[in-house]
């Protein structure tokens, strides 16, 4: 049993965006899976987590993960992450998970547009009864970067298809959309919305100013960001933190650009969590 209080910082924190009537809705109506599994795994077998035609699957990952997908900052953009305090245990021990949605829910559970809201509810219900896990939100003031559409406008398009990616990638982030690296330290956005950007940003900014959506861009979008994990860290001196040009230059080819501004970065405090019961 593990008490006190653990700080995540939310990386790639934006505008919080309303969630809609209809997703609302949907949350408050389903509030927790009808059946669920609970294993510890000690293979070495490779683990995945997302949601199935009828419920929610994760095979041999951590807990903190899964908290990680059911707790994401508002504005929908969370990738990559890293939770700060935890304790050793939720980093380290795995799990298997299986949990099914009843034959009332299925039918909204298979909505595409009904099911990120669906998930991430579920699975708070399933860890405040299995875990007897209680968080709450903070806002801190931090410098950040406004993510803001450029003179001439952005250079990508709104996606048409309902496919993830080109080559069929089916794992979405928590608040939609897929990243797959290219060649020559490219990634390319499938059904992305600008918070997913946004958040990408930040965690390639490496531990630098937080990113936040500022585009006023709603849709989801494909494109290709030409940045790599090895390029743009070439601060001032006092600046080491921040990101040197070749951020500027990648966001700038998708007629956006970054502001400097002072903002409020969202925090979210582990307040108690507990081993689940196995079953």
Known sequence: ???????????????????????????????????????????????????????????????????????????????F??????????????YDIEAKVSEADLAEWQKPARRQAMVRSMLQALLADRCHLAVHRELKDAPVYYL???????????SKSDQLSPNGTQFPYPGGGTVELGADHEQHFSQAPMTLLASYLTNMNLGGRPVQDRTGLTGRYDFVLQ????????????????????LFSATGALGLKLVPANGQVETLVLDYVERPTEN
Request: hydrophobic fraction near 40%; include cysteine.
């Open 1 to 79: 049993m593990i008490k006190g209080l653990y700080t995540i910082c939310l990386l790639g924190c934006g505008v919080a965006v309303a969630q809609s009537a209809a997703d609302a809705k949907a949350a408050a109506k389903t509030v927790a899976f009808e059946l669920i599994s609970i294993r510890q795994d000690t293979t070495e077998r490779e683990g995945t987590l997302g949601a199935t035609a009828d419920g929610f699957r994760m095979t041999n990952m951590t807990l903190s993960r899964l908290i990680l997908t059911a707790y994401i900052p508002n504005d929908g953009g969370a990738v």
């Open 81 to 94: 992450w890293e939770p700060v305090g935890f304790p050793d245990w939720l980093r380290k021990e795995r």
């Open 148 to 158: 803001t559409v450029g003179k001439g406008g952005p250079k990508f398009k709104e």
């Open 227 to 246: 940045w790599g994990w090895t390029g743009g860290m070439t601060a001032a001196p006092g600046e080491a933190s921040d990101p040197g040009p070749t």
